[in-house]
């Protein structure tokens, strides 16, 4: 039982590293600029870390200013999870804003 979790762990931090290395080399060849990077306390986590970045426009045929922001959380049992958000702000578009979708994440089961 004990080496199923530890493989089950394994394979999720691979999972996350492919995923942090693909969205990293977006990150640095796109010139974005890291607005923050805090740890967060989230009940029923045993560490959590959210990060909020700006990405400059890039050519297209409507380029426009990239806003992301991106929470990793180690559950008290474990278990990781990762939330990732990211949306164009474009004037006169309805704004969804990826701080609030990221902060609005909660834990089942967790008290407070």
């Known amino acids: ?8 762990w394994a394979g999720e931090v691979a999972l996350v590293a ?8 977006d990150f640095w060849t796109a010139k ?3 607005d923050s990077d805090e740890k967060v ?3 029923g986590a ?7 970045a700006t990405v400059p426009p890039r050519a297209g045929t409507d380029p426009a200013e990239i806003k992301s922001a991106s929470l990793d959380v180690l559950r008290d049992n474990g278990d990781t999870l ?16 990826p701080e609030a979708v ?6 089942s089961g967790a008290s407070g």
């Not at 990762?82 to 804003?97: F, I, K, N, S, Y």
């Open 46 to 52: 045993k560490e959590a870390h959210r990060l909020t």
């Open 41 to 43: 306390d989230i009940p």
């Open 1 to 8: 039982m004990r080496a199923c979790h530890r493989l089950r």
């Open 18 to 25: 492919l995923v942090f290395a693909v969205a990293l080399g």
């Open 32 to 34: 974005a600029k890291i």
């Open 82 to 97: 990762t939330v990732v958000v990211a949306a164009p702000q474009r004037d006169g578009d309805d704004e969804l804003d």
């Open 102 to 107: 990221v902060g609005s994440l909660r834990l």
